[in-house]
């Protein structure tokens, strides 16, 4: 049994239970006994705002309206991020990954170079993405670059669309980077529109599979560690899909592969978590293709 010194309200094992179960068919995240005192606190504050009289009003509440559902949603998600959260993971999208990429697809016609930014809570992944895109590439101007940026949460999506950030959540950040990337107004640092450009903000809820079209990166860090296991293997095996022979996975720092069968090769080890898709897959799609007659 649950309380909440500021209502009345209990929740019932079977009743948090049964939320549980909810959010986790709708929405994917699981909150195991590790999180299950911040779930059932946000469960009670959510009873309390809403003026509702028990477990079973605010499962009544939630089901019949995708609003109420959403509002409760919001109130659960971990939404931590930062600008350049793992700077050995950017130091090798600039170092290594986007010059490589630039090599081996500049025969290409037209240029293409696309990142999504899966899970991208309120907008500093997709924004440190596209200012280490404009930092690395050789020959910007020669690319069609697009990053994606997705999220479940429509509250982080309006934020990270705005663009507009404090002062403090630009502490990772080089100043001279400050400098070309934002422009400072009275309401702290806005990103120029050069950046914004380069970013199409949409909300997905990873689950449901929609098309993205081929990627070069994908970046999907700490949101698949709130999945159960299956979903893990089901969401990977469609980004692994969706990237390019050749293509690159960002997981986050605590988040591993490991225990979850998958073709992807390991690229860099140590502070980050990055891996790739065997660019062998083209040639030997090519070669049987070839073998076939049908080139
Ligand atoms: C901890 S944040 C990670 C932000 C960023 N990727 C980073 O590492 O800094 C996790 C994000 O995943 C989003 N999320 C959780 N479940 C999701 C789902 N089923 N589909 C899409 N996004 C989801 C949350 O809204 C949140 O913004």
């Not at 914004?196 to 860090?221: H, T, W």
Request: proline share 4%.
């Amino acid at each position: 049994m649950t309380a909440n010194p500021a209502t009345t309200v209990r929740l019932s094992e079977s009743e948090l239970d049964e939320i549980r179960t909810l959010i986790e068919q709708r929405s994917a995240i699981l909150f195991d006994a590790s999180r299950e005192r911040f779930f059932s606190t946000r469960l009670l504050d959510f009873i309390e705002e809403k003026h509702l009289a028990s477990g079973t009003d605010l499962l009544r509440h939630i089901k019949s309206s995708s609003i109420e559902y959403e509002s409760l949603l919001e109130q659960l998600l971990t939404q931590e991020t930062s600008f350049f959260r793992y700077p050995a993971v950017y130091e090798a999208l600039e170092k290594r990954i986007v010059p490589e990429i630039e090599e081996r697809k500049f025969w290409e016609n037209p240029r293409v170079l696309r990142i999504w930014s899966a899970g991208c809570s309120t907008g500093e992944e997709p924004y440190s993405i596209a200012i280490s895109l404009c930092e690395a590439l050789k020959f910007g101007e020669a690319w069609e670059v697009e990053v994606l940026a997705t999220d479940i949460s429509r509250r982080a999506l309006r934020h990270a669309e705005r663009g507009l950030f404090r002062n403090r959540t630009l502490q990772n950040l080089d100043p001279q980077k400050v400098d070309v990337y934002f422009s400072e107004s009275k309401h702290g640092y806005q990103v120029r529109p050069r950046i914004r450009k380069m970013i199409s903000f949409a909300q997905m809820n990873l689950i449901e599979p929609v098309y993205v079209g081929k990627l070069d990166c994908i970046f999907c860090m700490n949101v698949l560690m709130y999945f159960s296991e299956e979903r893990r293997r089901a969401i990977l095996q469609r980004f692994y899909d969706a990237l390019e022979p050749g293509g690159y996975f960002f997981l986050g720092h605590s988040e591993t592969l490991s225990n979850v069968p998958m073709k992807f090769e390991s690229v860099v080890r140590g502070d980050c978590r990055i891996y790739r898709k065997p660019a062998a897959v083209a040639a030997q799609i090519a070669s049987k293709s070839l073998a076939g007659g049908s080139l």
